[in-house]
T-cell receptor, first 113, second 115 residues
Framework: SAVISQKPSRDICQRGTSLTIQCQVD?????MFWYRQQPGQSLTLIAT?????????ESGFVIDKFPISRPNLTFSTLTVSNMSPEDSSIYLC??????????FGSGTRLTVV | QQQVKQSPQSLIVQKGGISIINCAYE??????FPWYQQFPGKGPALLIA?????SEKKEGRFTISFNKSAKQFSLHIMDSQPGDSATYFC??????????????FGKGTKLSVKP
């Protein structure tokens, strides 16, 4: 299965600032998915990132708040902008390379103070 | 249509017992049903998955039972061990392995296996 490296693993940020999360995959994939997992909750899809085009955002998530880059087939970034304490969550990237189903990174645990 | 309903929210099982977690869905376009195991501080890890053309899939102590007509599927953990204590998520997607679609997750079940 694909191996995903996600950085940083955790961070504590001041409100009003931005954090960029990186996701590196060890194989080329068409789509990369970004999820949010609020404390004690399930996973909610933020957006789908396709290389060479704008990301597709789910209802309730907007590009100004969560800009995404997808410069090539193995890498993507998610930025959490103008953070507030409500953004404190685990952010996860995921891919579905074909043989083993959807694989997740270990996540970025974000705390906004 | 997009929901996946999971129950119970939490489960306590004695060591050696059987853990059973249930999920139900509405969208008949779903054709891939994985279960994920998540330990605290870790990302979800794929445990086992099934497609609707089979009614059961077994991998070691883990079994998925699938009822297409009832639109339900369940995870059975046989001989449950304290190391199985984790949160389990069912999920569904339309398109399965290699698809361009995304996963819809259940709300999760926190399993505690008592020694």
């Amino acid at each position: 299965s694909a191996v995903i490296s996600q950085k940083p693993s955790r961070d504590i940020c001041q409100r009003g600032t931005s954090l960029t999360i990186q996701c590196q995959v060890d194989s080329q994939v068409t789509m990369m998915f970004w999820y949010r997992q609020q404390p004690g909750q399930s996973l909610t899809l933020i957006a789908t990132a396709n290389q060479g085009s704008e990301a597709t955002y789910e209802s309730g998530f907007v590009i100004d708040k969560f800009p995404i880059s997808r410069p090539n087939l193995t890498f993507s970034t998610l930025t959490v902008s103008n953070m507030s304490p409500e953004d404190s969550s685990i952010y996860l990237c995921s891919v579905n390379p074909g043989d083993y189903g959807y694989t997740f990174g270990s996540g970025t645990r974000l705390t906004v103070v | 249509q997009q929901q996946v309903k999971q129950s119970p929210q939490s489960l306590i099982v004695q060591k050696g017992g059987i853990s059973i977690i249930n999920c139900a869905y509405e969208n008949t376009a779903f054709d891939y049903f994985p279960w994920y195991q998540q330990f605290p501080g870790k990302g979800p890890a794929l445990l086992i998955a099934i497609r609707p053309d089979v009614s059961e899939k077994k991998e070691g102590r883990f079994t998925i039972s699938f009822n297409k007509s009832a639109k339900q599927f369940s995870l059975h953990i046989m001989d449950s061990q304290p190391g199985d204590s984790a949160t389990y998520f069912c999920a569904a997607s339309a398109g399965g392995i290699g698809s361009q679609g995304n996963l819809i997750f259940g709300k999760g079940t926190k399993l505690s296996v008592k020694p």
